[in-house]
């Protein structure tokens, strides 16, 4: 069993940055994969990057196109966290910013794939 709690949420003006973590418990984390994911008000969730497991000597990660560049995950599995780098931040990424353990230490973007999930994270971007 996995449970995480993501903070670091909050106010942040265009072109600032911000950086959420996700805190996680399990033993097993450390061989996941672990996604962020946002949704904002009338919208469907979305996928924004995601780590892999520990594959070769290093995790790989992937993005969305939207946040591609602005955007990194990163982890430290000896503290059992996860880092979302939120930087040249946009008012389209106003949402609740949710992270999530994969079954595998496969990377994926597919929500499907995600299998424990925290409660979420406010993130508002000011024009």
């Known amino acids: 069993q996995v449970q995480l709690v993501e903070s670091g949420g909050g106010l942040v003006q265009a072109g600032g940055s911000l950086i959420l973590s996700c805190a996680a418990s399990?033993?097993?984390?450390?061989?996941?994969?672990v996604g962020w994911f946002r949704q904002a008000p009338g919208n469907e969730r979305e996928f924004v990057g995601a780590?892999?497991?520990?594959?070769?000597?290093?995790?790989?990660?992937t993005y969305a196109d939207s946040v591609k560049g602005r955007f990194t995950v990163s982890r430290d599995n000896a503290k059992n966290m996860v880092y979302l780098e939120m930087r040249i931040a946009k008012p389209q990424d106003t949402a609740v910013y949710y992270c999530?353990?994969?079954?595998?230490?496969?990377?994926?973007?597919?929500?499907?794939?995600?299998?424990?999930w925290g409660q979420g994270t406010q993130v508002t971007v000011s024009s």
């Open positions: 780590v892999s497991g520990p594959m070769n000597w290093e995790p790989i990660t």
């Open positions: 999530a353990a994969a079954r595998s230490g496969t990377l994926t973007a597919s929500g499907n794939d995600y299998t424990y």
């Open positions: 399990g033993r097993t984390f450390r061989t996941l994969a």
